[in-house]
Each structure stands twice: as structure tokens, then as C-alpha cells.
């Protein structure tokens, strides 16, 4: 396997996008260490296929302070990381009119989306360069999952599009940053997902879809992200780095 021996970290890994990730990289011989900030789901690590292949670890993305010691956990157990995909993220609690947002809003979703990842690929940037990356084709690899909400524009949670936005600068600043050293960053910005975040607005997104939101009419699954996410991991594209992937139907696409 592609990935057999190399370990991945999956920020959000035990639910929506992140668990299909996280199936992923486990079917490309990853070992898979999943952080999410709730206690251990019940036999989540059995359904990734035991401690073999599975941990989990909880932690916040936005507790900056926790990260260096979440890093050192991880590396203690499973003694290196080749991967980091910083997938945990929200959409605000509420949604709101540009005009009603709230500051409170707009930092909690900048903190989980945007500041923890950015500090996060930092601490594991760290890691990378300190361990023996020995004949492997780069030394790290580092995958960060926007949304289609980085470019397209909702009124009614500008914090979420900004977040998004940030994201995608921030893979392009630690692509420029971590080039020379052997790490390869990278963006997979998905569209409509069937997960819990996008549950409520079903009918409204069925609507979009029936009336042509994207070339291709129907909601994207978390195991599409999971294959493009486990297809930059295995470092088959060792020239090249700060690419965004499109994960979304092709709704990125202008059309007359």
C-alpha cells in the first residue's frame, strides 16, 4: 500500500467529511490518528478497523496553547507524522444577514476554521522537519479542506465565506513557506456534502440542484473528498504544491 507505515492526522475525522477522509487513508495503508473534540465515539476505532489502523485523540483546534502537547501525544504513540489534514470546522450557529452578524459569531468560527488550523500546521510543520523522513518521496504532506465558500459569496454568513477565504491564503502562504524543506500543502475545496452541517438545508440545496447548481446533479458524499484527500497523500505528485482540488460537481465553473 502507498501509505503503508506513514501516519495521518485528521482533525474532524470522526464524523461528515472527516470520517470519510479518514476511511480513505486507512484503504491507502495509512494509520490514521483522528482529533475531534468530543469524547471517543463508541466503537469508532473498532469501524476503522482497530487500533491497528485507528486512535483518537481529543482536542480543540481553536485551544492553540493544547496544540504542542496534542503533537506530542500523537508522535508518542505512533511515533511520527507524515500527513496532516486539518478538516474540523463550523458554520456559525445562526445564520445572519451581513447587517446582524455578531463579533462573538465571527471569532468563534475564525478560531476553529482559520487561526487553530494555520497554528496546528505550524506545530506539525515542527514535527516534520525534526523526524528521519528517510527514502520517502517528500517529507510531509499537509491537506487543507476549504469550501467552495472560499470564492462564492452567502450573504447570510459572511464569518464562514471569510473563514473559507483565509484558508486558502494559508495553504498558499505554508506552500510558499515549506516548499524548500520537502512538504507539500495543499487545498481540496469541496461543494455541497451530504454530512450533519448541510442536513438542515436539504430541500433548499435539492431545489438548487434539480435547477442546475452544478454540472453534475447531486450532492457530493464525504467519500468524494476522502478519495482526493488520500490521492495528495500518498505523494504522487512530488512537483507540485499549493494546488487548490475541486471536490463540488463542477459548480466552480462559469456558465452562460
Not at 446533479?217 to 487548490?244: C, E, F, I, K
Request: proline letters at 5%; hydrophobic letters at 40%; aromatic letters at 6%.
Amino acid at each position: 500500500m502507498a501509505g503503508m507505515n506513514r501516519v495521518a492526522v485528521v482533525t474532524g475525522g470522526s464524523r461528515g467529511i472527516g470520517l470519510g477522509v479518514s476511511q480513505s487513508l486507512i484503504a491507502q495503508g495509512f494509520r490514521v490518528a483522528v482529533v475531534a473534540t468530543r469524547p471517543e465515539p463508541e466503537g469508532l476505532v473498532e469501524s476503522l478497523g482497530g487500533p491497528e489502523t485507528a486512535s483518537y485523540f481529543q482536542g480543540r483546534v481553536d485551544d492553540v496553547d493544547s496544540h504542542a502537547g496534542l503533537v506530542a501525544d500523537i508522535v508518542d504513540q505512533h511515533g511520527r507524522i507524515d500527513v496532516l489534514v486539518n478538516n474540523a470546522g463550523v458554520a456559525p450557529e445562526e445564520r445572519r444577514d451581513l447587517l446582524e452578524a455578531t463579533p462573538e459569531s465571527y471569532d468563534r468560527v475564525m478560531g476553529i476554521n482559520l487561526r487553530g488550523p494555520y497554528f496546528l500546521t505550524q506545530a506539525v510543520a515542527r514535527q516534520m522537519l525534526e523526524q528521519d523522513a528517510g527514502d520517502l518521496p517528500v517529507r510531509g504532506t499537509i491537506v487543507n479542506v476549504s469550501s467552495i465558500s472560499a470564492t462564492t459569496v452567502s450573504i447570510n454568513r459572511g464569518e464562514y465565506c471569510l473563514s473559507k477565504a483565509g484558508v486558502s491564503m494559508a495553504t498558499r502562504l505554508w506552500a510558499a513557506r515549506l516548499a524548500p524543506e520537502g512538504i507539500l500543502v495543499y487545498e481540496v475545496r469541496p461543494g455541497v456534502i451530504a454530512t450533519d452541517m448541510t442536513a438542515g438545508v436539504q430541500e433548499r440545496y435539492d431545489a438548487l440542484f434539480a435547477q442546475g447548481l452544478a454540472p453534475m446533479p447531486r450532492w457530493g458524499q464525504p467519500a468524494d473528498v476522502g478519495g482526493a484527500v488520500a490521492g495528495l497523500a500518498t505523494g504522487q505528485m512530488p512537483y507540485s504544491t499549493g494546488d487548490v482540488i475541486h471536490v463540488d460537481g463542477g459548480m466552480h465553473l462559469p456558465r452562460l
